[in-house]
């Protein structure tokens, strides 16, 4: 007998010993119908009666032993069948998707451990049940909407879905399916109880009229037809969660490459802008100071006919308002090189709606449908001493804070506010020992606000609201910390279902410009050396002749570095100091320094740049070069450098 099991060829030998035994039945009434007609038995008879039965006794032998064979047969066939059927069950279960088998008011008919697993439930659980029960809210009405047509014709396309798994988890999966027809479909629940499909009465669901009717009519033994629809369901969250973070590292590197883009920009803005700057200030420094030479023996308040003219007081008031916003104009253009390279590690003058504006541009792009931004800046807000890196952490953290929080009430009103504030009036809580103007950042949402409780405590390391395992509670810790060691102060206003608003407060930063208001004079450091000045700017090298020969000085001054050069050549020993530009078309400023060093090796060099990547500071001092200057340049800084690098 062969192991293979063949249900088709056992079932036709069975059919046959069925027939020969009914054969073998009949011939044994066939011998006692003719032995009951004879009264007496001839040798004869009894001769043939004997035979007979000797035949069918060794017929029935015969049947017995293959009947005993087929037994064995049907029992291997059996055992053969229930571990095919054990495979199956293993393999439908442990299969890297899940399936289910639904009716056509998507009632799951059947499902393997593997969609159980996925949404973290027993198998028992879900037997039986509408597969929209698993379905995220969300994704409820599109499934309704979609499932009658795709139940007819599935082959052709798939969906994406959300489930919702036992612990409120969203899954992310791919459906796809195939509509069969099946005669006497046998269902099996999960503890393995086997039955018909008989008598299954569903109430439809989603305005379907699918009701799954009995599968036997009355009087009907016969089979009939049930619709159902095979679905495998794939896990793609984390493809879903790969794709997000692709974008978001998409948007990263589109951020980066702007900021990089910004960078470069401001690079060749920074140098042309304080190349610009630097005789503005210059001239208006030496400007301010012979009209303030003409104020001191007020000869124009001698004179009765000029009356109708701008007096020498405020001519020097004009001139000062030129120098302080060329200042501020120097201080904008180191803060926006110093943001767009983000190179900001140490505590500077900063403007904080630089930054700001930054952040909010960056935040529009990834802003949420459902979040409303309402930005008021106010542009004019003085300086504040700080770390601009900390500072934008600051602002992220507030503003990252405030998303989330609206996030359970799908969404609301972002107001980012920035201007100058009096802390005592805004906060007369805190007390008197922090007074007067400040710069007021203010972060506020209409999210589900903080409880009374909480709200003495959300500065505290490690407190959260948030859920288990969302967040380490450092966020506002961490912001506390930045602010405070800034000398500012951080305040908020809450209330549950009222929304937050966080409002940092940071001292205003006098700049350099608000103290030349009333300048502390001092003698400025003066010369009698000669000075050779290269830079390829008529109006530069005017303003440097001007200022050096103030301050007694001798100067030659060069437009093409190259001449320069061959003039140190010629007369060596009568150039005292070399002041040369760095950003030059036909030489830059470091390669003349390294030239003018072979000619005259004790040579002090001072380089002046508006900008410049190629050289800084610590590179200039490696190379040999004595001083270092950024345009603009006052003109006490000037003098100082010269004769720092003249005395060294």
């Not at 047969?73 to 055992?79: D, I, P, T």
């Not at 930054?355 to 504040?384: A, F, G, H, Y």
């Not at 589900?448 to 509670?473: C, E, H, M, V, W």
Request: proline share 4%.
């Amino acid at each position: 007998m062969s192991n293979t099991f063949d249900l088709k060829s056992i079932i036709d030998i069975s059919n046959k010993k069925s027939l020969e035994w009914g054969m073998a039945q009949k011939r044994i009434e066939d011998i006692l119908t003719k032995f009951s007609k004879h009264g007496e038995y001839s040798d004869t008879f009894r001769i043939e009666l004997e035979d007979e039965l000797r035949r069918m006794w060794s017929d029935l032998e015969t049947y017995k032993i293959e009947l005993e064979m087929q037994n064995d047969e049907l029992l291997r066939a059996f055992r053969d069948a229930e571990d095919v059927r054990k495979d199956y069950v293993e393999l439908f279960n442990s299969s890297p998707v899940g399936y289910l088998i639904l009716n056509s008011s998507a009632i799951i008919l059947n499902a393997n451990q593997r969609f159980a697993d996925m949404i973290k439930s027993e198998l028992a659980y879900i037997y039986q049940k509408p597969f929209q029960n698993f379905i995220a809210t969300e994704d409820i009405s599109d499934f309704l909407s979609r499932f009658k047509s795709y139940f007819k014709n599935p082959s052709d396309k798939f969906f994406e879905l959300r489930l919702n798994d036992s612990r409120g988890n969203v899954i992310f999966v791919r459906l796809e399916g195939i509509r069969k027809s099946i005669s006497g479909f046998a269902k099996r629940s999960p503890a393995g109880e086997r039955s018909r499909s008989d008598g299954y009465e569903r109430e439809p669901f989603g305005g379907y009229d699918a009701t799954v009717k009995s599968q036997h009519s009355e009087g009907e033994s016969g089979d009939s037809e049930l619709e159902i629809l095979l679905i495998s369901l794939s896990d793609i969250t984390l493809l879903k969660e790969a794709e997000e973070e692709k974008e978001t590292l998409k948007n990263l590197l589109l951020h980066s490459r702007k900021m990089e883009a910004i960078g470069t920009l401001a690079a060749g803005i920074a140098h042309d802008f304080n190349n610009i700057l630097f005789p503005i200030l210059g001239f208006s420094e030496m400007l301010k100071d012979e009209l303030t030479q003409i104020q001191d023996i007020d000869i124009l308040g001698q004179k009765d006919n000029l009356d109708g003219l701008t007096k020498g007081e405020d001519m020097v008031e004009m001139v000062q308002s030129i120098i302080n916003n060329s200042l501020r104009a120097k201080d904008l253009v180191k803060q926006i090189l110093a943001f767009s390279k983000n190179t900001s590690t140490a505590v500077s003058p900063i403007y904080l709606n630089i930054i700001l504006t930054e952040v909010i541009i960056s935040l529009r792009q990834n802003l949420p449908s459902n979040i409303r931004l309402v930005d008021i800046i106010d542009n004019t807000c003085s300086m504040v001493m700080a770390d601009a890196e900390k500072m934008h952490q600051v602002i992220m953290n507030l503003i990252t804070n405030a998303l989330e929080a609206m996030e359970s009430k799908g969404g609301g009103t972002l107001t980012i506010m920035l201007r100058e504030d009096d802390f005592k009036e805004s906060c007369p809580e805190i007390g008197s020992s922090v007074n007067g103007r400040y710069v007021c950042l203010s972060v506020k949402d209409t999210g589900d606000g903080i409880a009374p409780d909480n709200l003495s405590r959300i500065f505290d390391p490690y407190f959260s609201t948030r859920p288990k395992f969302k967040g380490a509670g450092l966020g506002l810790s961490l912001v506390h910390g930045i602010i405070g060691s800034h000398d500012g102060e951080i305040t908020v206003k809450s209330a549950p279902d009222e929304g937050s608003e966080f409002k940092i407060f940071m001292p205003r930063h006098v700049p350099s410009d608000e103290k030349l208001l009333h300048p502390v004079k001092k003698r400025l450091p003066r010369g009698s050396e000669n000075i050779m000045v290269v830079d390829d700017q008529t109006y530069i090298t005017r303003l440097l002749i001007t200022m050096l020969k103030r301050l007694g000085y001798g100067v030659v001054a060069y437009n093409d570095p190259k001449a320069a050069l061959e003039s140190l050549k010629e007369r060596p020993d009568v150039i005292d100091l070399l002041l040369t530009d760095m950003t030059m078309p036909e030489m830059s400023g470091d390669n003349v320094a390294k030239e003018a060093m072979q000619i005259k090796p004790d040579i002090p060099i001072i380089v002046l740049t508006g900008y410049s990547e190629k050289l800084s500071p610590q590179k200039a001092q490696e190379i040999g070069i004595k001083g270092y200057l950024m345009k603009p340049v006052s003109l006490a800084d000037l003098a100082d450098a010269v004769r720092g690098a003249l005395d060294t």
